[in-house]
């Protein structure tokens, strides 16, 4: 992808007034038209390790085409890469030094109020290319129309995108007035349900240093016992008792978390050079590691090979004694010693009790006649005392 940047060619447009229209919608709307299927990062890192584990050639190796979108201003950067997440990780870094306007964009906003999203896929350049183009045209993401951060119209297919900008605007032309503001109306519902849902766009917006220390300063300053005083904790404390979080939320709160999780995993996964080299497995960077016949495994499938041989989780002996059977077993054998010296009251008959209670011959000889253990007649003999005492 080449970086210099293109003079805008607008004069092409032949419908000035349908133009207008389009500059209105801004970039969430253009995507509520046609939105995308976004590919799980996860999948993506790990077809990314599959490939590098099969010696893919570098020129058959899948291309993914990504879409960070600046949650503040809506503008949109489109980028392709074998490996997006690393290149994500990559443009976060220059952008510590760096005067491009996507990685200037960075800087100013943090990184953190860029949702990254990868959005298409394909095998070969010219349909990256192709399919760059044709992201940069649909969120207009072109940095000469003000709304985006890409600084050519994407890949080296530049013409094409004329043809679709017209097509969208022959699209705008061909609605009635009706259409048109039904449409408007539809959109600008779509921005508000995502404002209510996923929140403001300015949501998670980070302080800048200034605001910080004069944040801190200001609490520093407050004498803490004076606010709060015992009272004041008190009922903090009780405002907050038995409060329950609804069950929606909880769930909510559940999945935002394994989101992220899964997010930093995929990260980790696609750009650490240490990994598990078990199929599907998304160990990777720092952990605890097993190497078995000169391949690298995580703990979990380093010591399931070595222990069964296989990486699968050995499948479950099917149960041929069923509890009920078991109980049976243990039934008739009660009283009977089965060759054993029953060591436990509870395989004795309640004959056998009885005996033990009122018999007066010793423990040794007992134990010896009725070929039970001498400390369970002890035992049962102790018992039966104590019961009799209390
Ligand atoms: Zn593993």
Same mark, same amino acid.
């Given at each position: 992808?080449?970086?210099?940047?293109?003079?805008t060619d607008n004069?092409?447009l032949?419908?000035?007034?349908a133009?207008?229209?389009l500059l209105?919608?801004?970039?969430v709307?253009v995507?509520?038209?046609?939105?995308?299927?976004?590919i799980?990062p996860?999948?993506?890192?790990?077809k990314?390790?599959e @490939?590098?584990?099969?010696n893919?050639?570098?020129?058959?190796r899948?291309?993914y085409?990504?879409?960070?979108?600046?949650?503040?201003n809506?503008k949109?950067y489109i980028?392709q890469?074998?490996?997006p997440i690393?290149?994500?990780?990559?443009h $976060?870094?220059?952008?510590?030094?760096?005067?491009?306007?996507f990685?200037?964009?960075?800087k100013?906003h943090?990184a953190?109020?860029?949702?990254?999203?990868i959005?298409?896929?394909c095998?070969?350049?010219?349909?990256?290319?192709e399919?760059?183009?044709k992201?940069v045209?649909?969120?207009d993401?072109y940095?000469?129309n003000?709304?985006?951060?890409?600084?050519?119209?994407?890949?080296y297919?530049?013409?094409?995108? %004329?043809a679709w900008?017209?097509?969208?605007?022959?699209r705008?032309?061909s609605?009635?007035?009706e259409?048109r503001?039904?449409?408007?109306?539809?959109?600008? @519902?779509?921005?508000?349900?995502?404002?209510?849902?996923?929140?403001?766009p300015?949501?998670g917006h980070?302080?800048? /240093?200034e605001q910080?220390e004069?944040?801190?300063k200001?609490?520093?300053?407050?004498?803490k016992d004076? $606010?709060?005083?015992?009272?004041?904790?008190?009922k903090?404390?009780?405002s907050h008792?038995?409060?329950?979080?609804?069950? @929606?939320?909880?769930?909510?709160?559940a999945?935002?978390i394994?989101?992220?999780?899964e997010k930093?995993?995929?990260?980790?996964?696609a750009? %650490?050079e240490i990994y598990c080299?078990?199929d599907g497995?998304?160990?990777?960077?720092?952990?605890?590691?097993?190497?078995?016949?000169n391949v690298?495994?995580?703990?979990?499938h380093?010591?399931?090979?070595l222990?069964?041989?296989?990486?699968e989780v050995l499948?479950?002996?099917p149960?041929?004694?069923?509890d009920e059977?078991?109980?049976?077993i243990s039934?008739n054998?009660?009283?009977?010693?089965c060759?054993? $010296?029953?060591?436990?009251k509870?395989?004795l008959?309640?004959?056998?009790m009885?005996?033990i209670?009122? /018999?007066?011959?010793?423990?040794? @000889?007992?134990?010896?006649?009725m070929g039970i253990?001498?400390?369970v007649?002890?035992?049962?003999?102790?018992?039966?005392k104590?019961?009799?005492s209390?």
């Amino acid at each position: 992808m080449t970086q210099e940047i293109q003079p805008t060619d607008n004069k092409n447009l032949e419908d000035q007034d349908a133009e207008v229209n389009l500059l209105e919608i801004n970039a969430v709307e253009v995507a509520a038209i046609e939105d995308v299927i976004l590919i799980s990062p996860k999948d993506v890192a790990k077809k990314i390790r599959e @490939e590098k584990r099969s010696n893919t050639n570098k020129e058959d190796r899948t291309i993914y085409i990504y879409r960070a979108k600046c949650l503040i201003n809506n503008k949109i950067y489109i980028g392709q890469s074998v490996n997006p997440i690393a290149r994500w990780q990559a443009h $976060i870094k220059s952008s510590e030094n760096s005067d491009l306007p996507f990685h200037l964009a960075i800087k100013k906003h943090g990184a953190d109020n860029f949702k990254f999203d990868i959005i298409d896929s394909c095998n070969n350049t010219d349909a990256a290319n192709e399919l760059e183009t044709k992201f940069v045209t649909k969120y207009d993401s072109y940095i000469q129309n003000g709304k985006g951060y890409n600084a050519t119209l994407g890949g080296y297919n530049a013409p094409k995108s %004329e043809a679709w900008k017209k097509n969208l605007s022959n699209r705008w032309k061909s609605l009635s007035d009706e259409q048109r503001q039904e449409l408007k109306r539809k959109l600008s @519902e779509a921005t508000k349900k995502q404002i209510m849902t996923k929140g403001h766009p300015a949501q998670g917006h980070k302080w800048t /240093d200034e605001q910080k220390e004069r944040y801190s300063k200001w609490r520093s300053s407050l004498d803490k016992d004076s $606010i709060y005083t015992e009272e004041v904790r008190k009922k903090m404390s009780e405002s907050h008792k038995g409060k329950k979080i609804p069950k @929606e939320q909880l769930e909510k709160m559940a999945a935002g978390i394994k989101a992220t999780w899964e997010k930093k995993a995929a990260i980790r996964y696609a750009t %650490e050079e240490i990994y598990c080299h078990a199929d599907g497995c998304m160990v990777a960077g720092r952990a605890q590691y097993k190497i078995v016949n000169n391949v690298r495994y995580c703990n979990k499938h380093g010591s399931r090979l070595l222990r069964n041989g296989i990486l699968e989780v050995l499948p479950k002996k099917p149960v041929l004694v069923t509890d009920e059977t078991r109980k049976k077993i243990s039934e008739n054998r009660k009283g009977k010693g089965c060759g054993r $010296i029953p060591h436990n009251k509870a395989s004795l008959t309640q004959e056998q009790m009885d005996m033990i209670v009122n /018999d007066s011959r010793s423990i040794m @000889e007992l134990s010896r006649v009725m070929g039970i253990g001498r400390k369970v007649i002890c035992r049962i003999r102790k018992e039966y005392k104590n019961k009799l005492s209390a």
